[in-house]
């Protein structure tokens, strides 16, 4: 899919912003959030924005992501790539972006989405699902058919993962895996 005209300036700044393998990961959050969005009849152009924008901030110092997204608790301290949605969500608004659906889906995209926005559970699922990370292919496969399924299914596998490792999970990963039913 080609970048659509009226965001060919923001591609350019997340080009600017990010390695060149990184933006082609971008491009393939992009156009898959848009195909999940499709399948399951959310709006296709916003969920390619926010898949677009997502990674921002991702290759941002960690003093600059420090900077742009203040802690909120000690995991966000001890590891600041973990803020780079926030950041990224700082950035935009900086520079003058205001979709707020779109807006949620950058901040959400590294802690796990609100249950009332579709937008970034298509750009959650389609980050960690996208084809170039050679990993989560059914997660992938069921967002096209269960979205909500698709969304229990990675942060329920991404908590397990990290408790089985002794890792703490960011609070507002726990808030969202609370939020959801699974087992």
Known sequence: MMIPPHLEVWARRVQLMVKPRRFEHVLRVAELACQMARANGFDEAL?????LLHDIARDVSSMDLLKL??????????HPLALHGRAGRALLEYWGYTNEEVLWAVEEHTT???PDRPISKVVYIADV????????????????????GALDLAIGSKVRYLQGRGIQVHPRTMQVFNSLNIS
Not at 47 to 51: H, K
Not at 129 to 148: C, K, T, W, Y
């Open 112 to 114: 796990g989405p609100s």
């Open 69 to 78: 997204a203040p802690p909120e608790c000690p995991i966000d301290a001890a």
């Open 129 to 148: 699902s996208e084809p170039g990370r050679n990993v989560n292919h059914h997660i992938r496969e069921m967002a096209f058919h269960d979205l909500q």
């Open 47 to 51: 969920a390619y924005e926010a898949g």
